[in-house]
């Protein structure tokens, strides 16, 4: 097999479909980094989430000694043991309850700097600043009005937070706008196919003279066929190119520049989320097209 | 080299067969003229033995291989050892007539040395000798058709397959093209030609086999295009 006369091949096919090249290039980048973004706010969405998102569904968080003074329930300063214990054999004697942990001040601070390591509002923290708390696990996720009308108004408990309640709202857009992008993508991915599908159907037909003779002398299939899929794997790399430009792209203006300015208090996903997409993009954009090249030829090439 | 038992074939849409139970042997060394009006199923002929196309009924056996059993992948292996030539030459027009007869030993991976050296040698057993650079369309009939011939015996196949090689050429540029064929022949190459040309099959004195809406009406030695009605 010569490497140069394929070469050649693929060079004359790719000028020769100029036009439809081009515009397969453009629906695959397209569809790939739509692809990437959706992939991106997954992780955006785990990143937001924190340690004990998936884990409860209510929060108890407990007096500190710096809230003394104040209105409410902690003006008479830090929870003592006593009160632990009793809301804890409280938490354990209802039936709704399935599981309660226990995240002292020290392991708070822990959790808080592991979810916002890249952000400077860490610094400005210490452990005797974080609360204690008990989250609780239910049994039934929708009651937790139940611990909330039990628990709120106790002495030595600051707030009762329904974990969901947050970021839910949040976490909806994000998935609402995830499933649009992926439909969206789903729709230029069927373009991009047939796009490649007809590029070789075109590509077939004007060596149809080769390729028949090539036939003719015995040429193996693969050897036949080869061209045409490099020629469809060359243009949908190219176009995967151009997918992880403009996610690195978006990464740089949008979430670095301009995102993490007007929301510090968000931890946004780091470089290391989007460089470990763009080889899944880049081979997904040189393996589709190829596949689908390959299906397309077995109708408009004979072999 | 060929052997046809019993092999009838029809195409899907057509009601007549193209071929009907033809049987019939070719030796190595032989060359065989294939006639038979426009239809008669010459063209289809060829095609079985080119596995272009597969038989309904019957076996087709070429250079001992039954190509009823012979898988896909294997075709180009069986086709690297068969040349075939076209009525229409079916050169590249884009490529010199080196690179055209180049082209068949380069698509099956030959190594560049050996190219060099073979293309020269069989443009001038032809007789084209020195036109390694014209293109095709600086050439006359006859001499693209035996650029054709170069490409398709450059790899030294045991069966010559020609399908009306001289149809669209004059008497004399078809007579040396024939003598051209003789010469392959005598190397000990199978030569198996469908022809129209009545006036070259009666100067061959070859076999000839006939072929009639599909059926073999004649396999005649030293025979003659056909008998005067």
Redesign the interface.
Same mark, same amino acid.
């Given at each position: 097999m010569r490497g140069q006369f394929v070469l050649s091949e693929i060079g004359v096919g790719l000028r020769r479909n100029l036009t439809m090249t081009f515009a397969v290039i453009v629906s695959v980048a397209l569809s790939l980094a739509l692809l990437g973004g959706s992939l991106l706010a997954r992780d955006q969405v785990n990143e937001m989430k924190g340690y004990w998102y998936d884990k409860v569904q209510v929060s108890i968080f407990l007096c500190n000694e710096n809230d003394e003074g104040l209105s409410g329930n902690c003006g008479k300063g830090a929870v003592t043991e006593q009160q632990k214990k009793q809301i804890k054999s409280d938490l354990n004697e209802l039936g709704i309850v399935d599981k309660v942990y226990y995240e002292s001040a020290e392991e708070a601070y822990k959790h808080y700097k592991e979810e916002f390591k890249d952000s400077p509002v860490v610094d400005s923290l210490t452990p005797d600043q974080m609360q204690e708390s008990y989250r609780v696990k239910l049994t039934d996720p929708t009651k937790f009005n139940v611990i909330s009308s039990a628990f709120s108004d106790r002495p030595g408990v600051q707030q009762v937070q329904d974990q969901k309640d947050l970021l839910e709202n949040l976490f909806n857009l994000l998935n609402g706008m995830n499933v649009a992008a992926l439909c969206v993508m789903a729709l230029m991915l069927v373009v991009a196919l047939l796009l490649i599908v007809n590029t070789v159907r075109v590509s077939a037909f004007s060596r149809r003279r080769e390729t028949g003779i090539m036939r003719l002398v015995g040429a193996s299939g693969f050897y036949i066929q080869l061209p045409f899929i490099l020629e469809a794997a060359i243009a949908g790399l190219i176009g995967a190119g151009f997918a992880c430009f403009l996610l690195v792209g978006g990464k740089y203006f949008l979430i670095d520049n301009w995102l993490q300015d007007k929301i510090p208090l968000i931890n946004f996903i780091g470089w290391e989320a989007v460089v470990k997409v763009l080889p899944l993009i880049l081979a997904v954009g040189v393996l589709m097209p190829a596949i689908a090249a390959f299906f397309a030829l077995r109708k408009y090439l004979k072999v | 080299m060929i052997r046809f038992d019993n092999v009838s074939k029809s195409y899907p849409k057509q009601n007549r067969a193209a071929l009907r139970e033809v049987s019939l042997e070719v030796e190595r060394g032989e060359f065989v003229f294939l006639v038979g009006s426009s239809g008669s199923g010459k063209s289809t002929f060829l095609r079985l033995v080119?596995r272009e196309e597969r038989t309904n009924h019957g076996r087709v056996h070429v250079l001992g291989k039954d190509l009823a059993r012979l898988s @896909?992948?294997k075709v180009? &292996? *069986? +086709?690297? &050892? *068969?040349g075939?030539v076209f009525q229409d030459f079916?050169l *590249?027009p884009n490529k010199t007539v080196g690179e055209n007869v180049a082209?068949?030993l380069?698509?099956?991976?030959k190594p560049?040395g050996q190219i060099r050296k073979t293309v020269p040698e069989v443009l001038d057993l032809v007789g084209l000798g020195g036109k390694d650079d014209r293109m095709p369309s600086e050439l006359s009939g006859g001499e693209q058709q035996r650029v054709a011939i170069a +490409?398709a015996f450059v @790899?030294r196949p045991m069966l010559l397959l020609a399908d009306e090689p001289t149809g669209n050429l004059d008497p004399q540029t078809s007579v040396g093209i024939m003598k051209l064929l003789d010469r392959i022949n005598r190397t000990g190459t199978t030569v198996l030609m469908a022809t129209h040309d009545q006036q070259i099959v009666d100067q061959m004195r070859k076999r000839v086999i006939e072929l009639e809406a599909g059926r073999l009406v004649r396999d005649q030695s030293r025979g003659v295009y056909g008998y005067q009605h």
């Open positions: - | 080119l @896909n992948w180009p &292996q *069986l +086709r690297r &050892q *068969l075939t079916r *590249l082209f068949a380069e698509v099956i991976g560049r +490409r @790899n």
